[in-house]
């Protein structure tokens, strides 16, 4: 990642490097703005960290829901085993007690590992009983004072 564009260099040329986003779209970078900024390079990384955090209803056992996030990481082949797996309470949320899900695999697998996990958690949290709660809110409705009513004094 450069100057805020995440992507594949293709080329650098003697004014701008040339990279390709992952959406495909081609971003030519000033090497002036490449040279004077940090670059990240995730393709020269041995391991990647995945961090997804699962809401559960506060009514909900948190401990079960730990054990069933910890069951689906046991279960898939492309969650390494080092650095371990965590599952943690990160927060107390509007709506949800906030599980933290984080986890390492290798680069290549790092969105199918993703997506695969959110979707086994989800699962997993159906078949138990988890509620996975969304924003509500709750409406007080007042009764207007009648218009034809003077206001008192």
């Not at 992507?7 to 390709?20: A, S």
């Not at 309470?89 to 695999?105: A, P, Q």
């Not at 699962?123 to 003077?150: C, L, M, T």
């Amino acid at each position: 990642m450069m100057n805020g564009t995440a992507g594949v260099v293709e080329e650098i040329g003697l004014f701008v490097t040339k990279l390709r986003s992952f959406e495909g779209v081609v971003v030519y970078v000033p090497n002036g703005t490449v040279w004077s900024s940090a670059v990240q390079n995730f393709s020269q990384a041995e391991r990647r960290r995945v961090d997804i955090t699962f809401g559960i209803g506060y009514d909900d056992d948190i401990d079960r829901a730990v054990h069933a996030i910890d069951a689906v990481l046991g279960a898939e082949p492309r969650v390494l085993a080092e650095p371990a797996p965590m599952v943690a309470v990160e927060g107390l949320g509007d709506d949800s007690v906030d599980i933290l899900c984080r986890f390492w695999t290798l680069p290549a697998d790092l969105f199918p590992t993703r997506f695969e996990i959110t979707k086994a958690v989800k699962q997993r949290f159906d078949a138990e009983g988890i509620s996975i709660p969304y924003p509500q809110r709750d409406v007080h409705i007042v009764a207007a004072p009648d218009a034809g009513a003077r206001p008192a004094v």
